[in-house]
């Protein structure tokens, strides 16, 4: 009995997941958005800000992609990269290898991620993920209170041969919108894996298909000039509209630290959420952290 009224909550969530994702066309994506979002009401956030930009003033049109300069600085960055240390990382494509330390990384991972209740642990993390003016902007760009549906931090390992999974060029479609808030947490030159984004490609109906896309595929469509490397220093952010094309380039050598938060309308249908309990919430929106916070 409970298990079937489990399991039904379950399907109702994965088919609502899978129903959004065959929804192809952007102009229809963006009108199911617009009328959620809208549901979620409007909050209104205030106090200190990591960002300099006016959120008023920050868009992600019609690139899909915003950068926002140097939002952390030295030391700020060292402590975030110093709690997460005290986690162990995992490998999601090889379960097999368990948990090790990020001193530690098989020779065989290529990506090794922290656990999402560890991050959520570190205040500084969650700090960020509520920043008033962060959540101002997102919540224009959804049209409503977003939702933090992810937070992730991971090491991108270099020096392996080939690249893969999201390596490789994909859309996230993970809800009917969303955006993502990154932050190096490591200096990213050309040869550290930096993020790659095909300019304009968040707002056209091109490559559809869910999978990923070869190199060839892509530049021959969009030409070299659309694909962009986001180089740049520890402590550097930006948001990235990742329904747009997208991958993390193979790092050449070093090693890659980056903090995500993911903003959207619905919780991620296929996401596992564990909300924990925190020491200090900080006042954090009740709804924004639902999915994180107990
Ligand atoms: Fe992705």
């Known amino acids: 009995m409970i298990m079937s009224r489990i399991n039904k909550v379950l399907n109702k969530r994965l088919r609502k997941f899978y129903f959004q994702r065959q929804v192809l066309k952007n102009k229809n994506r963006e009108r199911i958005a617009k009328k959620q979002g809208a549901k979620n009401g409007i909050g209104v956030f205030s106090g200190s800000s990591i960002l300099k930009n006016d959120p008023n003033e920050l868009e992600v049109n019609p690139l899909g992609f915003t950068k926002l300069g140097l939002v952390l600085d030295e030391s700020e960055v060292d402590n975030i990269v110093k709690a997460l240390s005290t986690f162990k990382c995992f490998d999601g494509y090889r379960p097999e290898l368990g948990s090790f330390s990020s001193n530690l990384i098989p020779k065989e991972t290529q990506v090794a991620n922290y656990r999402r209740e560890d991050i959520v642990s570190i205040k500084e993390v969650m700090d960020i993920a509520n920043d008033p003016k962060i959540l101002s902007f997102v919540q224009k760009f959804l049209y409503g209170k977003p939702t933090i549906s992810n937070v992730n931090a991971w090491w991108s390992v270099g020096g392996r041969r080939s690249a893969q999974h999201a390596q490789l060029f994909h859309r ?123």
């Open 172 to 294: 996230d479609v993970d809800d009917y919108k969303f955006i993502k808030f990154f932050i190096y947490l490591t200096d990213v030159g050309i040869n550290n894996g930096p993020h790659v984004y095909v300019e304009t490609s968040a707002y056209d109906d091109n490559f559809k298909k869910i999978r990923r896309f070869t190199d060839d595929e892509i530049v021959n469509f969009y030409g070299k000039d659309k694909i962009n490397h986001v180089i740049g220093k520890k402590g550097e952010a930006y948001f990235v509209n990742t329904y747009g094309i997208h991958k993390g380039l193979l790092p050449k050598e070093g090693k890659r630290l980056i903090l995500q938060i993911q903003y959207s309308i619905n919780e991620v249908g296929v996401e596992t959420y564990k909300p924990i309990e925190i020491e200090n919430d900080n006042g954090y929106d009740k709804y924004i952290n639902r999915l994180l916070i107990k």
